[in-house]
């Protein structure tokens, strides 16, 4: 999966501005690439059999809360910047 579309599976009503911001935005880019990475490591700590007992089950489920809340402050502020048509 591109690196972008846990983002506009997030906020699809917003996928053209973060296509758009991916493409031109390095710290845009970076908080997908964080997103992806948790979004990742949390599949594989969910994976395993002993998913109940790990900590960084939750942990990594916190890191998501708040890169998506991340993003949808950078674009509410970034995206009021551009036309989204």
């Known amino acids: 999966m591109h690196l972008i579309e846990h983002v506009i599976q997030r906020f699809p009503d917003r996928a053209k501005i973060i296509r758009r911001l991916y493409l031109r935005d390095e710290r845009f880019r970076a908080i997908c690439e964080d997103m992806e990475l948790a979004v990742a490591s949390l599949k ?14 939750d942990e990594y489920r916190h890191v998501l809360v708040e890169l998506e809340e991340e993003l949808r402050d950078y674009l509410s502020h970034h995206g009021r910047n551009h036309d989204d048509g």
């Open 44 to 57: 594989r700590f969910e994976a395993r059999p002993d998913a109940v007992l790990r900590p960084e089950v």
